[in-house]
């Protein structure tokens, strides 16, 4: 495995219109991540009268767009005709020139997940041995800690090869962002045993047991939905549909019991004098399972680092989406990514990719 | 739709030696759901020593089993070898004889699914329209009532057809069990808007809106995970996979959760005082999301009624399954399966079964 790069400038380019606030959100947010961070850069893109606030900032420069892809907008209006948006020219910061240089390290959208992928994936291609770029995020887990699950949606049909390549991304990510170098793997799967699952789970389990053998992959084996929540890996790799509906499935599960606590703890006097005299214990509950923590997917398998922020984000949360961002680059997500999949291809040279008839060499990326 | 099928006298065949607990959970169960009902019957399955005590009880006769299919047995062991096992006696008991009649009207165990799936198939063969049956759980929601949510494990590649013929079981299923006769069906997706999904998906959901064309169906459209808490639909129909890790990672985040609030409410002397205060409110909170009371998943779509009730369930989760058989027994659930399938898939001729070349007819199965 190559040393652990590592990058001291790190600069952020910020879609300031995206989500379902705007400007509203994310320049606080800005803000408070510039206080923050007083090493970091922030590039803020937006209309003009949106982002002027920001222009006598330290450490901030600001990019107009007269343009902005709605959170409805179909993928098509965000590829096509809005050339102009600002996540389009946020996405735009991190992508390379010919001596390989970007004006921003990783790009930060609260915009709509399909027109987020579609727009960076046409104008950042994926890296070379990816065949499809994967959304990532963390969940909670009783240990404290957070489990990274993969594909939340950017891929609805996979074959074993993705689900390899997801597996790789995911390392790269826990190692860039946790500092766990040789994070543990689960493929998501309805029992434990190997024999489990569909045939492309099945082959999954193979080419990871594979990956494995090589020293390129720690693969614990399948886990279970339960597993996500009692931290049994630290990454749990799935297609796309499956990881977004267990990820909607929780926060439905979540808001519900949300909402019964808030009925039960008002329902009469009694009851909510019940809530004044256990409302430290709920306040410290409610901030340890405080979803906003977790904010901040990553798009993973670009030749550029994206990440996206929940469109409802408030500010705190999407403050947070730019901490992940921030951690990622500066920890060199980017290159990690790009030398495990080559390393892992190479380890295994039966596993040809679907879109290519041969390995990728780390030899013809150089 | 034909008239509501109703039946006065029901007997429930027991595999008392399933589950985590045997016969210590469910004699006690037994005995209360008798005390419960006394229009009901049992007959109880088991080992000699094991059903003994039951042997005075009134409305309770006691079949001998001499063999257990342990909770980790492969299903071949529970198919092929243990052919006097509690399980396998007892579903016998739900099987027709020539003159269409059974001992009982309905099976519940607590041993291990694919063995009781497995040896129900084998013993009681699928319903005519129907290629393969389906589990089916129900899941509290935020309108305080149940989404019935299918297939759960059964099936993990699952056709376009097989996913509608799973939307007419669970509407019989909430038919009988819930009395509503006409129960809105959600198809699970990534996403509300019908160009969401895999092709699978995509089929099922204009499969799903001929069959509402033809008014055989309530469909509501695409739903996603989090509306199976939020009660947009009565029904949620997906693949065994995607249902199962639904439920999983429901069942983890739940169990996280609760240790979460345990934890806080134990942390030190004024947490315990603040819990003493809360406790009225806790223990109904509680009670309101007690998973014990959703205990008993139906499978659907064999020719006799079979439920399974949780591994770990105690007496009072055990109570609350031979509950749901009882219920869906009584109100016809095995006529209204058969009538709803073969109604909608004439209503729909271009829709041909994946084993049949043909779509039944009323008449050849009467």
């Not at 900032?57 to 050339?83: F, G, H, N, Q, Y």
């Not at 923590?293 to 996206?308: I, P, S, T």
Request: net charge negative; aromatic share 4%; hydrophobic share 45%.
């Amino acid at each position: 495995m190559s040393a652990s790069p590592h990058i001291d400038k790190v600069c952020l380019a910020v879609d300031c219109m995206g989500g379902d606030h705007g400007p509203s959100v994310t320049l606080p947010a800005c803000q408070a991540f510039l206080n923050a961070h007083p090493e970091a850069e922030l590039i803020l893109v937006g209309r003009a009268d949106a982002v002027a606030p920001a222009a006598a900032w330290p450490r901030c420069t600001t990019v107009v767009a007269s343009e902005v892809v709605e959170m409805d907008d179909p993928i098509e209006v965000a590829l096509r005709r809005k050339k102009d948006s600002s996540m389009r020219l946020a996405i735009q910061q991190v992508k390379p020139d010919d001596a390989g240089e970007s004006a921003a390290q990783a790009c930060v959208s609260a915009g709509n997940t399909g027109a987020l992928m579609a727009v960076s994936r046409y104008l950042l291609k994926t890296l070379e041995g990816i065949d499809r770029p994967a959304i990532a995020t963390v969940m909670p887990n009783e240990l404290d800690g957070y489990t990274t699950v993969l594909d939340l949606g950017a891929n609805v049909d996979c074959t074993a090869e993705h689900l390899l390549q997801f597996a790789v991304m995911g390392s790269a990510l826990v190692a860039a962002v946790e500092g766990k170098e040789n994070p543990r793997v689960g493929l998501l799967n309805i029992g434990e045993e190997a024999i489990k699952g569909s045939d492309t789970i099945k082959r999954a389990g193979e080419l990871l047991r594979a990956a494995a053998a090589s020293g390129h992959m720690n693969f614990h084996g399948n886990v279970e939905g339960n597993d996500i929540f009692k931290g049994t890996t630290d990454i749990v790799v799935c297609d796309g549909f499956v990881g977004n509906v267990a990820l909607k499935t929780a926060e439905g599960l979540a808001a519900m019991l949300s909402s019964f606590v808030k009925q039960e703890f008002t329902r009469n006097l009694f009851t909510r004098l019940a809530a004044l005299a256990a409302l430290p214990v709920l306040s410290h509950l409610k901030a340890r399972v405080d979803h906003r923590r977790y904010n901040g997917a990553a798009l993973l398998g670009l030749r550029g680092l994206v990440f996206k922020s929940h469109g409802s984000a408030d500010a705190f949360a999407f403050e947070h989406a730019l901490n992940r961002a921030y951690d990622a680059a500066r920890n060199g997500l980017l290159v990690r990514v790009h030398d495990r999949i080559l390393e892992t291809l190479q380890a295994m040279p039966a596993v040809v990719s679907e879109d290519e008839s041969t390995v990728p060499t780390a030899e013809s990326t150089a």
